[in-house]
Nanobody, 123 residues
């Protein structure tokens, strides 16, 4: 509880879109709030977005608000991050994470982490 696997990363031009997916296994997915974080080379990992257990509440970093959308499908044990209007500064490894208790912006509050998927925004 839980094993998380991200997918959907890749190379995209500025202004383009990607949808990241994170599939959970070996746990009760609906019991967890979920988050997306990212880490650029030489930088600390930073919060991107979070969603509550039922999907009723979401939170976003100011840098992605209006461009990124987090969603979840509990029947598929999957959380998504739809990324639109991508910018070069969005380039990073993106991680999904599970929180057994709260919907949080704080990295240390999360209990389980995926291995990450690379997103590169470049012309």
């Amino acid at each position: 509880q839980a094993q998380l696997v991200e997918s959907g990363g890749g190379l995209v031009q500025p202004g383009g879109s990607l949808r990241l997916s994170c599939v959970a296994s070996r746990g009760v997915f609906s019991a967890y709030a979920m988050g997306w974080f990212r880490q650029a080379p030489g930088k600390e990992r930073e919060f991107v977005a979070a969603i509550s257990r039922t999907g009723g509440s979401t939170a976003y970093a100011d840098s992605v608000k209006g461009r990124f959308t987090i969603s979840r499908d509990n029947a598929k044990n999957t959380v998504y991050l739809q990324m639109n209007s991508l910018k070069p500064e969005d380039t990073a490894v993106y991680y999904c994470a599970a929180n057994a208790w709260i919907t949080s912006r704080t990295e240390r509050e999360y209990d389980y982490w995926g291995q990450g998927t690379q997103v590169t925004v470049s012309s």
